[in-house]
């Protein structure tokens, strides 16, 4: 039988000292038109936030990006590039995404003043990201599972959908806004070290591989299922140390079933027994 491995705690994730406007980085999901990377650089600039992430972006920054900047070059030219949006969230302890309409699966929404101040509490403590989906279609529902949160600007519910730029824009404010008034000061921060969204990212894979090979759920409900999984730990928002514990009776279920399955396997014939024994 496997035991389950509880690994010593993982050293809590201390962010470098910076400001807490620079722990807070927004990441842009998919971005077709250049133009919007500069335009987003413009508007986070304007309201003091500087730390840009791209997540599989159309294309990298180009001219029309630069000229959309308007000056903003240094966040485009430091802006990180990554092939999906779990890179570009390494080290966050905090997630929110946006988006323009209401979700099937409940999601807990906040408004932007809430988000901003969530936000700047976090990150007094750690890393935190905002992140914005593709101009045409928005977010993935595998990308919102990496979300702890949504923020929904409260647009007209009949035409709700701002440009990405100007999403950028109204939540960079807001993120501002918040900082002037020092309201996070006031708030209660979790002060505790949580796992990371890569951490998070590497136990849902884990998860989703566990489910299928002790042959939980059928495959056609297995999307929502996982989703419904994602929601529930992104609620808890877990340790590193609860995690070990999760990923470790994991890996004890996976050993089970693979040791159940081979006790139903019949022992091969004597003469077929391996004369050496397996590693
Ligand atoms: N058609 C897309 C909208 C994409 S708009 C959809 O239905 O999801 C591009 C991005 O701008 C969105 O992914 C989101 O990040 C942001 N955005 C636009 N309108 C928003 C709103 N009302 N509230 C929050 N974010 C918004």
Redesign the pocket.
Known sequence: MTEPIILPPASPHIAPPSTTLERIRCVL?GTTHTGNLGSAARAMKTMGLTRLELANPRHPPDAQALAQAAGADDLLQHAGVHPDLVGALTGCRLVI?????PRSLAWPLLDPPAAARLLLAEATLGEVAL?????????TNDELGCCHQL?????DPGF?????A???Q??AYEVRRAWREGRSEQLAAQPRALATAEALAGFHTHLAQTLMDIGFGHPDQSTKLLMRLRQLFNRARPDPVELNILRGILSAAQGRKGARRRSATPPPAADQQPKEPHV
Request: charged share 10%.
């Open positions: 999901v995404g946006t988006s323009a309409r992140v914005f989906g593709r101009e045409n279609s928005g977010l923020v929904q600007i409260p647009t709700s959908s701002l440009n990405l100007a999403a950028v109204v939540l």
